[in-house]
């Protein structure tokens, strides 16, 4: 299957910081590219549907929710065909598991990192 692998998750106080990495480096199929694509970062809480987080286009354009506007910043490099999303200040409603993947075309889903934040 052809996914994103996500990581970087873990357990951390409030204020605290992580910096997540979707990478598709280890795809080994080489029609697989981030370039081109506007890549975002999704996270589902237990019980709440999955919701957009943070995308950047390819023309460097970034839009972030408002519930994270000014605390989360979302990087990509696409010779590594890596995304970041960096999160500062972490709230425990930032608790989730997070996601990445490209628009259009994405990929199926990966199995996401675990972000819990708490003290």
């Known amino acids: 299957q052809v996914q994103f692998a996500e990581s970087g998750g873990g357990l951390v106080q409030p204020g605290g910081s992580l910096r997540l990495s979707c990478d598709a480096s280890?795809?080994?199929?080489?029609?697989?590219?981030?370039?081109?694509?506007?890549m975002n970062w999704y996270r589902q809480a237990p019980g709440k549907e999955r919701e957009l987080v943070a995308s950047?286009?390819?023309?460097?354009?970034?839009y972030y929710a408002d519930s994270v506007k000014g605390r989360f910043t979302i990087a990509r490099d696409d010779d590594k065909r890596t995304a970041y999303l960096q999160m500062n200040n972490l709230k425990p409603d930032d608790t989730a598991v997070y996601y990445c993947?490209?628009?259009?075309?994405?990929?199926?889903w990966g199995h996401g990192t675990q972000v819990t934040v708490s003290s």
């Open positions: 993947n490209r628009s259009p075309a994405p990929l199926l």
């Open positions: 280890g795809i080994r199929i080489s029609g697989i590219v981030i370039s081109g694509y506007t």
């Open positions: 950047s286009t390819r023309s460097g354009e970034t």
